[in-house]
């Protein structure tokens, strides 16, 4: 039997790092996705080996079912209808059986997205062979929510592949989970982010689970229907950063600074809140669609103010800054920083030409530019054939 998944990536268009302070934020799903493939051997094979195949990267990783077994038996594997966090002392035996794979240097950042995946394999199929494959459209580690599309996706894959889980498996084409399912996916999920980030918020693997654009704030979110058109230019610096990095630097400024951080993530949480009340009003309401672009953008501006009060900016992100506004542009960085994406708003009088030449001069810095569909549907999985 093969299951597939895939599960889309995100923009943040308020609140990242505030987010895990207790602030409010607002995510969109974006239509790049991570896909896994789960394939179990015949019974007739004599396999004991469960492979984790990143096909983009290159890189095939093997471990023998017996010694991962040796490894983790003793927790109960698996226990796929209850969610728990990897402890300390078992993240450290699963290092162990990663660091057997002599990862490349240059590919180490994969150690801790194989470490999820052995969580959760683990946790949800226990020690069963299997062929596991993974592709993505996203680029790694740049703000676009590839751990939380990876572990939403590997999840669903996992799941989808239980008799207790209610899916039709005689579907053709991509299928959507229950409600309920989506749930206990999206808490998995959440398990696997803790092992990449450290300390994540959920809002990306909650995005990246249920789609659309979401106002989230301290594990809750609530879908926005937009009322307005919203079109993002996302540029690439391709300066590579680490969320867990970024993510725990934020901590230690809060620690030393605890209430000049607290008016920060309280200044971010009011902007999340208004750029959602802009977004959901109806139009034509008392302000215009143009009226409603220029207040997004003066709040995106705030939000990139306040992104560098808490050191997560980047001289890559301050350059897309300056050459978005010599266009009369606004924009912020999305997802850590550190370098990684920045979002520019395309207001919807502006001219294609305009487009064009910012998008020439951002790529003439080396970054690369794309605009994503945002807002559609969540993580699917399928069964039978795609057309
Ligand atoms: N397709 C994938 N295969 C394996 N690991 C992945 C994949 N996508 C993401 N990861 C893991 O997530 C890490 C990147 O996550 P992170 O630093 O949070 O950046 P972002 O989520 O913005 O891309 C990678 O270094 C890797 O460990
Ligand atoms: C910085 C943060 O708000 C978002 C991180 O997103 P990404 O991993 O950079 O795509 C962390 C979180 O919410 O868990
Ligand atoms: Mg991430």
Not at 340 to 359: H, R, Y
């Amino acid at each position: 039997m093969e299951v597939k998944a895939r599960a889309p990536g995100k923009i943040i268009l308020a609140g990242e790092h505030a987010v895990v302070h207790g602030s409010t934020a607002v995510a969109a799903c974006i239509d790049l996705y991570t896909y896994v493939s789960l394939r179990f051997p015949s019974d007739s094979d004599d396999d004991d080996t469960l492979k984790l195949v990143l096909k983009d990267m290159e890189l095939n990783f093997s471990w023998s079912v017996t010694r991962i077994k040796a490894t983790l038996s003793h927790l109960g594997s698996p226990f796929p209808s209850t969610p728990t966090t990897c402890s300390m002392e078992v993240i450290k035996s699963i290092a162990v059986l990663v660091d057997e794979q002599n990862i490349p240097e240059a590919k180490i950042g994969l150690s801790s997205g194989a470490t999820a995946f052995l969580w959760l394999y683990t946790s949800i199929i226990g020690f069963k062979p299997a062929t596991v494959v993974v592709t993505s459209d996203l680029p790694l580690g740049a703000g676009l929510g590839s751990s939380a599309a990876f572990c939403v996706s590997l999840t669903a894959a996992l799941l989808g592949s239980l008799n207790s889980v209610h899916l039709d498996k005689n579907h053709q084409g991509w299928l959507t989970y229950g409600e309920s399912d989506l749930d206990l996916l999206n808490k998995w999920a959440f398990e696997g982010e803790k092992i990449i980030h450290g300390k994540p918020s959920g809002l990306d693997n909650t995005v990246s689970t249920y789609g659309n654009i979401i106002k989230f704030r301290s594990g809750n979110m609530t879908c926005i229907k937009s009322n307005m058109p919203l079109k993002m230019l996302i540029t690439n610096t391709k300066v590579g950063r680490n969320t867990r990095a970024l993510v725990a630097g934020v901590s230690e400024r809060s620690m030393r600074h605890p209430d000049a951080m607290s008016s920060v993530f309280n200044a971010v949480d009011s902007i999340s809140k208004e750029l959602s009340t802009i977004i959901e009003s109806p139009t034509p309401d008392d302000l215009s669609i143009t009226e409603k672009e220029e207040r997004l953008e003066e709040l995106m501006e705030m939000n990139q103010g306040l992104l560098q009060c808490m050191g997560v900016s980047h001289s890559s992100i301050e350059t897309v800054l300056r050459t978005t506004l010599k266009f009369k542009l606004a924009s912020k960085l999305t997802g850590a920083g550190g370098g990684g994406c920045a979002l520019t708003l395309l207001p919807t009088l502006l001219s294609a030409t305009v487009v064009e030449k910012v998008t020439t001069e951002l790529e003439t810095c080396g970054f690369q530019c794309l605009i994503a569909g945002i807002g559609g549907t969540g993580v699917e999985v399928c069964f039978g054939g795609l057309s």
